[in-house]
């Protein structure tokens, strides 16, 4: 039973990788055709991806963390919003995704730099994805929602900053294939690896909701913040859709998916 279980799980976290990936890069080759509609999608789904972000990590996540080691799993996601924060200060291509990217003129160097970031951030989504996985499948259908929303806005912004920087459409194409792959195997990797160790399951769950916490709060809102000229725009619309959306998707995820896992 236990080894049926573990491999149904892990053909979800492969569906759910390979959905992740090809779904983000599938609508950023269309999107990207008519920058209008692109700068439309980074403007009004950034916001909505850092609701559904936020309400995967405190309605989902954290408690789930809680549930398994008590409120001392905070510490780790106090740690990961910390270290992603240092990631990100060494590391400028590890979060970028907004307008600026359809507009600017960049060099070929600049390109090769996003996608090694486009990398990086994969890899981390997918260990993630696959963790969220091990706590129950509608947790990890959660996180893929979550993942998926955030990702296609910023693949959007990093296919039409690749273009812009000398690639052409087939490379472009083909290296962000690649960069996608690295979610699957992320995503493998953790799930593998948590169902042969015991791992300290809180403290990763708190440490993925740092993670999305990070995301949300410092590259998305402030983004919001800095580009809505109305005090209350379509973009804070958005953000609370997102929120709503979560909420919707995390009591449908854990009525249905969860009875007889």
Do not use: M
């Not at 996601?77 to 910390?82: E, H, K, N, Q, S």
């Not at 087939?170 to 690649?178: E, G, H, V, Y």
Request: aromatic share 14%.
């Amino acid at each position: 039973y236990y080894f049926g279980r573990w491999y149904f799980f892990k053909i979800y976290v492969i569906i759910a990788s390979i959905a992740a990936g090809i779904l983000s890069l599938f609508v950023a080759i269309i999107l990207v055709q008519k920058a209008s509609w692109a700068e439309y999608l980074i403007k009004f789904g950034t916001p909505f991806a850092a609701g559904v972000l936020l309400i995967a990590s405190f309605i989902d996540l954290i408690p789930h963390g809680i549930e398994e080691k008590g409120s001392v799993v905070l510490n780790a996601t106090l740690i990961a919003i910390i270290v992603f924060f240092l990631i990100e200060k060494g590391f400028k291509t590890f979060h970028h995704h907004h307008e600026e990217d359809l507009q600017n003129n960049r060099n070929e160097s600049q390109g090769w730099l996003f996608l090694i970031g486009d990398i990086f951030h994969n890899t981390v989504d997918g260990v993630a994805l696959g963790s969220a996985f091990l706590i129950n499948p509608a947790t990890g259908v959660i996180a893929t929602i979550a993942l998926i929303a955030h990702d296609i806005p910023l693949e959007v912004g990093e296919f039409g900053l690749q273009l812009k920087s000398g690639f052409s459409k087939k490379q472009t194409i083909i290296r962000n294939l690649f960069a996608s792959s690295t979610l699957l195997i992320g995503a493998v990797f953790a799930f593998q690896i948590g169902s042969l160790i015991e791992l300290p399951l809180g403290y990763i769950y708190g440490g993925i909701a740092g993670f999305f916490i990070y995301i949300a709060l410092s590259d998305i809102v402030p983004t919001i913040h800095s580009s809505e000229s109305k005090r209350y725009g379509l973009q804070t619309g958005f953000l609370i859709i997102g929120l709503v959306f979560g909420i919707i998707i995390a009591s449908f995820a854990h009525q249905y998916i969860d009875v007889g896992h």
